[in-house]
T-cell receptor, first 115, second 111 residues
Framework: DVKVTQSSRYLVKRTGEKVFLECVQD?????MFWYRQDPGLGLRLIYF???????EKGDIPEGYSVSREKKERFSLILESASTNQTSMYLC??????????????FGEGSWLTVV | GESVGLHLPTLSVQEGDNSIINCAYS??????FIWYKQESGKGPQFIID?????DKRQGQRVTVLLNKTVKHLSLQIAATQPGDSAVYFC??????????FGKGTMLLVSP
């Protein structure tokens, strides 16, 4: 089974703190993603990466950065956390499946509260 | 802009009934669709997918139907069980490995 592991399930941080959310996948997937999920807004893409040291902005990159130093690890960084970044963050990875399209698999999520 | 949406925000069924969750999409260029199940406090779990050159695909107790004429996607769950209670998302893929998600439908299964 595909396994996407997010190191922290629940975090509480103070406004202005630097926050790291770590994600590891064990299936040698090329692609990795960070989403946030908010009630009424659904899943929104923050950043994604097609390869090591490569990153692309998603729909809502402002206030976030990412790091992909190794293929299996994709980190989301909040340089200076703000209360509007309180959310559930989902990491995902993907491979090209039998139909020649990419199937995205998610981790269990990290609940971040910024106070 | 074009988006993925759902007709029903909440669907309540009795255990043993068949459930149908609907999704409308508006981007005719979408070539791949996925259904996800998300239980409370967990990440979305892949259920089944379908490519635009197909109109039906079956899995274990689930069937996805794709009607490209009216840009409609549905997920059918046979003999719904209490463990099926969750939020179900459809997602469309335009390529480039990124997905556009619908807001989700809550499925509530009563014993």
């Amino acid at each position: 089974d595909v396994k996407v592991t997010q190191s922290s399930r629940y975090l509480v941080k103070r406004t202005g703190e630097k926050v790291f959310l770590e994600c590891v996948q064990d299936m040698d997937h090329e692609n990795m993603f960070w989403y946030r999920q908010d009630p009424g807004l659904g899943l929104r893409l923050i950043y994604f990466s097609y390869d090591v040291k490569m990153k692309e902005k998603g729909d809502i990159p402002e206030g976030y950065s990412v790091s992909r130093e190794k293929k299996e690890r994709f980190s989301l960084i909040l340089e200076s956390a703000s209360t509007n970044q309180t959310s559930m963050y989902l990491c995902a990875s993907s491979f090209t499946g039998e139909m020649g399209t990419d199937t995205i698999y998610f981790g269990e999520g990290s609940w971040l509260t910024v106070v | 802009g074009e988006s993925v949406g759902l007709h029903l925000p909440t669907l309540s069924v009795q255990e043993g009934d068949n459930s149908i969750i609907n999704c409308a999409y508006s981007n005719s260029a979408s070539d791949y669709f996925i259904w996800y199940k998300q239980e409370s406090g967990k990440g979305p779990q892949f259920i089944i997918d379908i490519r635009s050159n197909m109109d039906k695909r079956q899995g274990q107790r689930v069937t996805v139907l794709l009607n490209k004429t009216v840009k409609h996607l549905s997920l059918q769950i046979a003999a719904t069980q209490p463990g099926d209670s969750a939020v179900y998302f459809c997602a469309e893929n335009l390529g480039y490995s990124t997905l556009t998600f619908g807001k989700g439908t809550m499925l509530l299964v009563s014993p």
